[in-house]
């Protein structure tokens, strides 16, 4: 097997990454992307030329890491202070130039919630890997 190596992409791989990212099946691309001000993308090549290219999108995604609601709270009391704490974090990542957020959860209800205050529910597999 030949060894491949990587460099961040260049300019002149644009329209190539362009052509290969619309092309390439179940990649569940986002055209968004291409307008974020961190967008960034590194590719893989050998001798004949480029082989892959993967874009990123660096501190876009601001992650919402879980709900922490009082026990004896009210159902109302929870959606509103659920609606009201999601509208400060769109203010602490419009802080950053964050254009995302994210959250994680499996509670019907919350969810329920959640994609009445603006989030779309995401139905396809999420992977991370921690450094």
Known sequence: MRQLKMRVA?????????????????N????????????????SYNGDGNVAHLPSQQGIVLVLESLAV?????????????????????????????????FICKDEGVLKVAEGHGFTRIEFPVVRMRL
């Open 28 to 43: 569940l691309f986002d055209p968004a992307i291409l307008g974020y001000p961190t967008f960034r993308a590194i590719s």
């Open 70 to 102: 009082k026990p004896e709270a009210t159902s109302m009391d929870t959606g509103q202070a659920f609606r009201d704490l999601v509208k400060g974090m769109q203010l602490l990542a419009s802080s950053f130039g964050i254009k995302e957020l994210m």
């Open 10 to 26: 260049r300019p002149e791989d644009a329209a190539e990454i362009a052509d290969w990212i619309v092309n390439t099946k179940d």
